[in-house]
């Protein structure tokens, strides 16, 4: 459950920063409002637009490194579970032969 929760709130991160740093600031680069958006203003824009697609990449891939370690512990579990499982037929196998 925490690899399932973490991916969520980390995709939801970047979810919101595209929402409140990408569209702001492709709208400032595309369509500049007359007399407002100097070129020192779309420079700084396409600055923090450059930042917040690294952030959005960040977490993006935090997603996927958690779901990498959730698949790791399911077949690290499924592996001693069998294991387990083998040990204990054997046990039980001595038991009925004695």
């Not at 990408?22 to 680069?29: M, S």
């Amino acid at each position: 459950m925490f690899f399932d929760g973490s991916s969520l709130a980390a995709f939801l991160f970047g979810v919101v920063v595209y929402i409140s740093v990408v569209i702001p600031g492709l709208q400032a680069i595309a369509k500049p409002v007359k007399d407002v958006d100097t070129r020192d203003v779309q420079i700084e824009a396409l600055r923090v637009l450059s930042a917040g697609n690294v952030i959005i990449i960040a977490s993006l891939l935090l997603v996927l490194l958690l779901q990498a370690g959730q698949e790791y512990a399911r077949r690290t579990d499924a592996k001693a579970l069998a294991e387990f499982q083998k040990k204990q037929a054997a046990v039980t196998e001595e038991k009925k032969e004695q």
